[in-house]
């Protein structure tokens, strides 16, 4: 029973002092919390693992509740102008000045879509949000029928019938 009691009492230690440690490194300002700052390997490492357990659990893997259609890629296409270009840029690709700023930097889904990936999985980003980015959840905002308008304009945004592409454009403002 001694060795046992000495293992046990090493494991509490040791996990005290990595928590002592790592308090004292947030505490003295080590790891910076400034946006225009690079986050660490670990710090991506955490932030990219629960992103993508959050998903795989709770994203729909039902099909999208929205018809593929020309009228509602058009009604997306202008959610996406009023609400999603802001950070993720127009069909230009261009990146806006707020989206130069943010850190981690927001993907530019003209250049770089989210096609491949199921609906679900925009529709979960949309909705909630992604924590330790500039993503905000939506929920209080937009209908979840909007959320899956918008989830169906990503899927198909870089196969954009004509109409919908004139209505991101006459939208532009």
């Known amino acids: 029973m001694t060795g046992?009691?000495?293992?046990?009492?090493?494991?509490?230690?040791?996990?005290?002092?990595?928590?002592?440690?790592?308090y004292v490194i947030l505490k003295i300002g080590a790891i910076s919390a400034n946006a225009d700052a690079k986050p660490g390997v670990i710090e991506k490492w955490m932030a990219r693992t629960s992103l993508h357990a959050t998903m795989?659990?709770?994203a729909p893997k039902t099909p999208d509740a929205v018809a593929l259609n020309d009228q509602n890629l058009v009604a997306g296409a202008q959610l996406y102008k009023e609400h999603c270009a802001i950070c993720h840029g127009t069909m230009d690709g261009a990146p806006s000045p707020i989206a130069r700023g943010e850190n981690p930097r927001p993907?530019?889904?003209?250049?770089?879509?989210v096609?491949?990936?199921?609906?679900?999985?925009?529709?979960?980003?949309?909705?909630?949000?992604?924590?330790?980015?500039?993503m905000p959840a939506w929920e209080s905002t937009l209908s979840d029928q909007q959320i899956w308008t918008l989830a169906l304009f990503l899927k198909h945004m870089d196969n954009l019938p004509a109409v919908a592409l004139e209505a991101l454009q006459k939208s532009k403002g």
């Open 4 to 22: 046992f009691k000495w293992l046990f009492t090493g494991i509490v230690f040791t996990i005290l002092t990595g928590a002592g440690v790592g």
């Open 56 to 58: 795989d659990r709770e």
């Open 107 to 113: 993907p530019q889904l003209a250049k770089e879509g």
């Open 115 to 134: 096609e491949d990936d199921p609906e679900g999985i925009s529709f979960w980003k949309i909705k909630h949000g992604i924590r330790w980015t500039g």
